[in-house]
């Protein structure tokens, strides 16, 4: 069982940044997959962005070039920076582990306003 605990959400106007943070509780944590997902209001969960454990990425057509996302295998942390915030990136954002089996946190909110 893989505990993950984010942080980093809150309120930012149009135009700005958040990073998002994503512990996890495994030594395993280089091995495995992963990423950010992302629920706005009445809308389906959307794959943001990918990490594997290579280091290699991948990214939602709506978020490349304003998000990156990383990792941190000595601190068994991922993250994801978010530039140039738009008011549609509002949504509870997701990490996930995967490996042989996914595991969820619990969700953080980001809510792009003026």
């Known amino acids: 069982q893989v505990q993950l605990v984010e942080s980093g959400g809150g309120l930012v106007q149009p135009g700005g940044s958040l990073r998002l943070s994503c512990a996890a509780s495994?030594?395993?944590?280089?091995?495995?997959?992963m990423g950010w997902y992302r629920q706005a209001p009445g809308k389906q969960r959307e794959l943001v962005a990918t990490?594997?454990?290579?280091?290699?990425?991948n990214y939602a057509d709506s978020v490349k070039g304003r998000f990156t996302i990383s990792r941190d295998n000595a601190k068994n942390t991922v993250y994801l920076q978010m530039n140039s915030l738009k008011p549609e990136d509002t949504a509870i954002y997701y990490c996930?582990?995967?490996?042989?089996?996914?595991?969820w946190g619990q969700g953080t909110q980001v809510t792009v306003s003026s």
């Open positions: 990490i594997f454990s290579g280091g290699n990425t």
């Open positions: 996930y582990a995967r490996r042989v089996g996914t595991y």
């Open positions: 495994t030594s395993a944590f280089s091995i495995y997959i």
